[in-house]
């Protein structure tokens, strides 16, 4: 966003972008009549490699912070954390604009002055140099609202940020598209495509994707870097030679309008879609984490980029300083290094996930392709001529020619160093995964004889009864199913259906109606204590009209098996812990459930920050053995609670309900039953099983090579193997 710096911005300061948006001179040191004389050479300076290294940590505890505070601390507001980011940027941006650089100046070579230079004459705001810089400050306003609600509906951290190489991509191929002047070649240049392509692999090898992963995350990502290419196409719309005051008017129109355009985005977005009422109760250790997450955003601002691009602006040079590919070492390191110690602190941390070795390979060989080959094989050769000089110098040995290394030796030594980093990296990501620890012992009623294999039982409204019969056919047909013959139980809540009518057209076996209340959780639980004594080996809980039923038949076919425990046929993967438990939905457990459960179930109370695997959809498949060795007690006062026409379990204004189903609640559709919803896995002894969480894809991503049913599923047994 901003950077600091102490000298004269040169020509180039509107040819270098800054993807989230704020690029200012920062900390003027020099007579700012004068325009100083500056070498053409890119030469790093010790301030230079000091603002490098603040972004670096400034950067990744900005990302990782982020995460762990939506995630972990419950704080599901993206858009919040963006409303405040931009507002507090603003905040100091204004204080510094106001600092008086005159009498802040002392003049005399290496003396500092505080404050950000400001242009000359009366039309500071809104002048026609602001004009060309509206998409960029568009974009680039869009992009930190977007990343954020990436981070959090991305179930893994550590891909996201192995797609920093899009950023860059995204920009070479936007100033080709727009034929830029500024373009580092005439053409696309061949990294570009392999940087794209080697990260396309990263996202294609990723097993929990999830729609608004997809959408905000790596949309976020995109606009960074159509915002960087814009801002370079708005200045050169702008003029290419514009003089130093012209620049500074630019350059602060930029800032001011991505921070104004940022705060009017998250916080609109923010008021219709985020719940805010429940932030009042917030603990001591949320509030600290919020403030670093503060401070590093704010630290990733002032040292002059976004949160995962390094892109500072420089007044060093006279040459342009473009940041696509290939990307100068300087301006590529930062944001690699941020990158991988993100990514390493993302697979040693809860919530844990698996990182291919695919992956890491394409993440490496992404990150590589910025530099571009030749790059790499200049720096090669001139670390062996460093280290050739010295180690004669040592022995006292004249210097003469030595060898250097071809072209083949470095891309070698390059495949090399791949496969060793993608290995070790790899290899954290898997003993990280294994090292879990296991489910809490589960209770079995193992005299239970049952006198059905499987029934599949169906909650059912006024949904059209062909489709419900297009989608039993379907289920049937699934690889286990085929072998059965299933029972079909549909449970009517339309009170003018005709059963008869409905038990043909469905080709269901059984048809019962029930009084209208308690969602599809009502259905369920009437079933389970009314038929406990008829309950099927496997019972497959199912809506009328199914959830994501394109990617519900893969994962029947793919995990459902003889020895299925409880298997969750929504998307998994989403835990919280077990005194403060609520998701990214807006859902809150106020009531306490999730902890007065746990008690009941396994005769003690659960530690306050112990994880918890949530379900959703209200679809998933339980064997008989593990439903009744919880006890009909607890499913009978869930049935009770959930049924209620009035009761505690219907207040969701004393407690400050908000979010998820609070303001239609009704005892049709209690707020209750979405908390129903999300303890199913925990009803039936698979709430603990952290491996479960970890391992298992998302419905979209689906079984991927090398998985196992065990990994979406708590069995009652080990699987059976057939050789």
């Known amino acids: ?205 990723e097993y929990r994707l999830m729609v608004p992963g997809l959408v905000f995350g790596v949309g976020g990502i995109l606009l960074m870097g159509a915002s960087r290419a814009l801002f370079i196409i708005g200045s050169e719309r702008a003029g290419s030679n514009l003089a130093v005051q012209a620049r500074l008017k630019a350059c602060h129109g930029f800032v001011l309008m991505t921070l104004i355009f940022g705060l009017l985005f998250s916080g609109v977005a923010g008021y219709y879609i985020e719940y805010l009422g429940s932030t009042s109760s917030l603990g001591f250790g949320t509030v600290t984490f919020m403030i670093l997450n503060l401070i590093s955003i704010i630290g990733a ?99 003469k020619e030595s060898r250097t290394p071809s072209r083949i030796s470095t891309a070698s030594a390059l495949f090399v160093i791949f496969i060793v980093l993608s290995s070790i990296i790899s290899s954290l990501a898997y003993s990280a995964i294994t090292s879990l620890p296991p489910s809490l012992p589960t209770t079995f009623d193992t005299a239970f004889v049952p006198s059905n294999r499987f029934d599949i039982v169906v909650s059912m409204y006024q949904e059209d009864p062909a489709s419900v019969k297009a989608m039993l056919t379907a289920i049937k047909r699934t690889t286990l199913l085929a072998t059965l013959q299933p029972r079909v139980i549909i449970y009517t809540k339309d009170p003018k259906q005709d059963l008869y009518k409905l038990k043909v057209a469905t080709g269901a076996d059984l048809v019962e109606r029930l009084d209208n209340l308690g969602r599809e959780g009502g259905t369920y639980l009437w079933h389970i204590v009314n038929k406990w004594d008829d309950l099927a080996e496997q019972t497959m809980f199912i809506q009328a009209h199914a959830h994501n039923m394109r990617e519900l038949i893969p994962r029947i076919n793919s995990y459902l098996v003889q020895e299925t425990g409880m298997l969750s046929l929504g998307f998994t993967g989403v835990t919280c812990t077990c005194n403060n438990c609520s998701d990214r939905w807006g859902w809150e457990d106020k009531w306490g459930v999730v902890p007065a459960l746990y008690e009941k179930i396994y005769s003690h109370a659960c530690k306050p920050e112990e994880h918890i695997l949530l379900s959703f959809k209200g679809q998933f498949v339980a064997s008989a053995r593990r439903i009744r060795g919880v006890g009909i007690k607890i499913f009978g006062g869930l049935l009770t609670t959930i049924t209620s026409k009035e009761g505690w379990s219907h207040d969701t204004t004393s ?11 009704s005892p049709s559709n209690p707020y209750f039953g979405f908390a129903m919803e999300r303890v199913w896995g925990l009803v039936m002894q698979c709430g603990t099983d952290t491996g479960v969480a970890a391992r298992c894809p998302s419905l979209l991503s689906g079984m991927g090579m090398g998985g196992k049913v065990e990994d979406c599923q708590c069995l009652d047994a080990p699987v059976k193997k057939l050789f």
């Open 301 to 399: 601002a002032f040292s002059g980029t976004s949160l995962t691009a390094y892109s500072p602006i420089s007044f060093e040079d006279t040459i342009s300083q473009f940041s696509h590919i290939p990307v100068h070492g300087s301006d590529f390191l930062p944001p690699f290094a941020a990158s991988l110690l993100v990514l390493l602190a993302a697979i040693s941390s809860n919530p844990v996930s698996f990182i291919s070795l695919f992956q890491i390979g394409a993440y490496l060989i992404a990150s590589a392709c910025l530099l571009g080959f030749e790059q790499i094989h200049n720096y090669v050769l001139i670390c062996m001529s460093v280290v050739q000089q010295r180690i004669n110098k040592l022995f006292g040995r004249d210097i």
């Open 1 to 205: 966003m901003f950077s600091t710096t102490p000298q004269e911005p040169d020509p180039a300061v509107l040819m270098t972008f800054n993807p989230d948006g704020s690029n200012a001179p920062f900390l003027v040191t020099e007579d700012w009549d004068e325009e100083p004389e500056m070498d053409s050479k890119r030469t790093p300076t010790g301030e230079s490699f000091l603002r490098a290294a603040s972004w670096t940590v400034c950067s990744a505890t900005a990302v990782y912070t982020t995460k762990r505070l939506m995630v972990i601390h419950g704080y599901h507001y993206p858009l919040m954390i963006a409303f405040h980011s931009s507002a507090a940027i603003l905040f100091v941006y204004i204080i510094l604009l106001r600092i008086k650089s005159d009498s802040n100046y002392i003049p005399g070579p290496k003396r500092w002055g505080w404050g950000l230079r400001q242009p000359d004459g009366d039309d500071f705001l809104a002048n026609s140099y602001w004009t060309p810089m509206i998409p960029a400050s568009l974009a680039a306003a869009a992009s930190f609202p977007m990343l954020l609600e990436g981070l959090l509906h991305m179930p893994s951290l550590a891909v996201l940020v192995m797609l920093f190489p899009i950023i860059y991509s995204t920009e070479s191929l936007v100033l080709f598209v727009c034929c830029s002047q500024s373009r580092s070649q005439k053409c696309i240049p061949w990294e570009t495509i392999v940087a794209t392509a080697a990260s396309s692999v990263v996202l294609y090898n």
């Open 655 to 665: 407690l400050e309900m908000a979010g998820v189903g609070a303001e239609g609640d």
